[in-house]
């Protein structure tokens, strides 16, 4: 079974890429400069978060994996390696 933590990485790698492309494309739309400079600070901001969380789902699996060299408990390592 794939490490749900890395997967979920995965997918917001892959979705922070399908927003930037996304803010690319808007460049090419034909709309009031209004509306696509609050669209374009709205998809920085939510590339932003996107990035954000991809960092603290990195810092929550290496806990994740310390905590599992670190522990003696046989059970408590397997759950953390799941």
Do not use: Y
């Amino acid at each position: 079974m794939a490490d749900p933590l890395s997967l979920t990485t995965g997918i917001i790698s892959l979705l922070t890429l399908a927003i930037k492309l996304v803010a690319g494309a808007a460049g090419l739309i034909d709309k009031t400069i209004t509306a696509h400079r609050e669209a374009a600070n709205e998809l920085r901001a939510l590339e932003w978060d996107l990035e954000q969380l991809d960092r603290q789902i990195d810092q929550i699996h290496s806990t994740l994996e310390l905590l599992a060299t670190n522990t003696k408990d046989r059970a408590f390592k397997k759950l953390l390696q799941e």
